[in-house]
């Protein structure tokens, strides 16, 4: 397919597609749908619990690849916090947000769509690519590097059990204050595009994340794309 979104080139296969906007459309296996009265479409979100237990799978269909491209829009639901869990591991919620990755035991990363606290939030809730950002987060030493965006959809403190839906996430768009250095002008935001170490026929896993259960905070997506090369 067309890769005019990942490296200028074809050669890609879409492994992945959900767009919730569009008539008819439901969420994938292990992600749950929720209707907010200020959005004129659903949105696929996390259960109740805690943790990532909101996953799924996208099959390789057994094509071997070592290129992954794609792209993710949410929406802030109340109070995320970004990377304030970042001490977990790969397995665990260690972002508040969207987790990319292939393989099992271990798992390894791709990409990472975080959620932060507030648009001008310097500290371990908001976005580290925020300038001035003092959170002590420093995910280059981490297994996340630089293969991350982060976005918030308020630029004032969070209310109770609000959908933030005028300001999608990880958009490239409305970035603000401190915020705008999380979307620079040469990023291919909304889209990502990761060259992995090795070769690999492993499925694409997406998980949804957050320290705390749906319903105080999560960042429900309506759309998903995956490509692979």
């Known amino acids: 397919m067309n890769g005019i979104n990942c490296d200028g080139e074809g050669g890609w296969t879409r492994v992945g597609y959900l767009n919730m ?40 269909n057994g094509l ?22 970042l001490s977990t591991t790969i397995d665990s919620f260690y972002v508040d947000g969207v987790a990319i990755t292939y393989g099992s035991n271990p798992r390894k990363h791709i990409w990472t769509y975080a959620g932060g606290n507030i648009e001008d939030d310097t500290t371990a809730d908001g976005c580290p690519c925020n300038t001035g950002f003092n959170g002590n987060r420093n995910l280059s030493a981490t297994f996340i590097g630089s293969h991350y965006y982060c976005e918030s959809g308020l630029d004032s403190s969070p209310a109770k059990s609000v959908l933030y839906a005028a300001d999608p996430l990880w958009d490239g768009q409305q ?38 259960p749906h319903s105080l905070e999560d960042t429900p997506v309506d759309i998903i794309e995956l490509y692979i090369k």
Request: glycine share 8%.
């Open 21 to 60: 906007t569009q008539s008819g459309a439901t969420c994938p296996t292990g992600l749950t749908r929720y209707t907010f009265n200020n959005i004129n479409h659903p949105l696929c979100g996390r259960a109740q619990v805690a943790g990532c237990a909101a996953s799924t799978s996208f099959s390789s």
């Open 64 to 85: 071997t690849y070592n290129k992954v491209c794609g792209q993710v829009r949410g929406y802030q639901f109340h109070d995320t916090d970004a990377f304030y869990h």
């Open 175 to 212: 970035c603000d204050g401190p915020e705008i250095t999380c979307c620079p002008a040469n990023s291919k935001m909304p889209w990502f595009y990761r060259s992995l170490d090795t070769q690999t026929t492993d499925d694409i896993e997406l998980r949804l994340c957050s320290s705390l």
